[in-house]
C-alpha cells in the first residue's frame, strides 16, 4: 500500500511538472481560462497616444500634428553658413568646396556615391550603373569636359535639387556628405580613366 501511494505522488508530481512546463513555454497559452489573466499593470493594455493627422480635442487648432513654435531652430538645422548649406557665394555665383579636401573627405565622398549614386552613375562615374544594365537608360556621364568644367557648387546644387530625371537628395544626405561625393567625383575625374576601361 505504501508503495502505491510512493507511486501516485511520483505520477502527480511528474503531471504537475509537466503542465508547469507546459505552461512555462506558452503551449497552454491561448486556451480558454474563465478567469481573466492577471495584469501586474493594467493600464498598459490601452495608452493614449495620437496617431499622425489624427482629429485632436486637446489642442486649439484640432490636430494633433502641430506646427514647431516661432523662432525656434531644430537641432542641426541652423544654417548661419550660407555658402555650405547653397554652395553659392553672396552674390549668387558657384562656389568651390568649402570643406578641407582630404584623404578623409574623399573616403567619405566614395563611401557615399556608392550607396547614392553607382546605382545610376555606375562606379566609375561613367553613367552606366544598374539603371542602365537593367533599362539601357543611360545617366550622365561624370567625365565630359562641360562637367570637369562646372564648378563645385553646381554640382553641389544638382545633387541637393536634382537636374531632369535626377531626384535631389537634400533630404536623405546630410550636406558634409554632399560635398563629400562632390570632392569624390573630382577624384573620380582627376584619375581620368579610359571610356572602354570604364565599361
Not at 80 to 88: C, K, T, W
Request: proline share 7%; charged share 25%; net charge positive.
Amino acid at each position: 500500500m505504501t508503495q502505491l501511494r510512493r507511486n501516485r505522488w511520483r505520477v502527480a508530481a511528474v503531471a504537475v511538472g509537466t503542465l508547469v512546463v507546459l505552461v512555462g513555454a506558452g503551449v497552454v497559452r491561448g486556451l480558454p481560462f474563465r478567469r481573466p489573466p492577471i495584469h501586474v499593470n493594467p493600464n498598459m493594455d490601452d495608452q493614449p497616444k495620437y496617431r499622425p493627422q489624427a482629429v485632436s480635442r486637446f489642442f486649439a487648432s484640432g490636430s494633433t500634428s502641430q506646427l514647431p513654435v516661432q523662432s525656434t531652430i531644430a537641432r542641426g538645422e541652423l544654417r548661419e553658413d550660407s555658402v555650405l548649406f547653397s554652395g553659392r557665394s553672396p552674390f549668387g555665383s558657384f562656389v568651390s568646396n568649402p570643406l578641407p579636401v582630404d584623404a578623409a573627405l574623399i573616403a567619405r565622398g566614395r563611401d557615399r556615391f556608392g550607396i547614392y549614386c553607382r546605382p545610376c552613375h555606375g562606379e566609375f562615374g561613367n553613367g552606366r550603373g544598374t539603371l542602365y544594365e537593367r533599362s539601357k537608360l543611360e545617366a550622365r556621364n561624370l567625365h565630359e569636359d562641360r562637367l570637369k568644367e562646372t564648378p563645385d557648387g553646381r554640382i553641389f546644387d544638382v545633387i541637393t535639387n536634382g537636374l531632369g530625371l535626377m531626384q535631389g537628395y537634400r533630404f536623405p544626405i546630410p550636406v558634409r556628405d554632399r560635398w563629400a561625393i562632390v570632392a569624390y567625383v573630382r577624384e573620380l575625374q582627376a584619375q581620368g580613366l579610359a571610356e572602354g576601361d570604364r565599361r
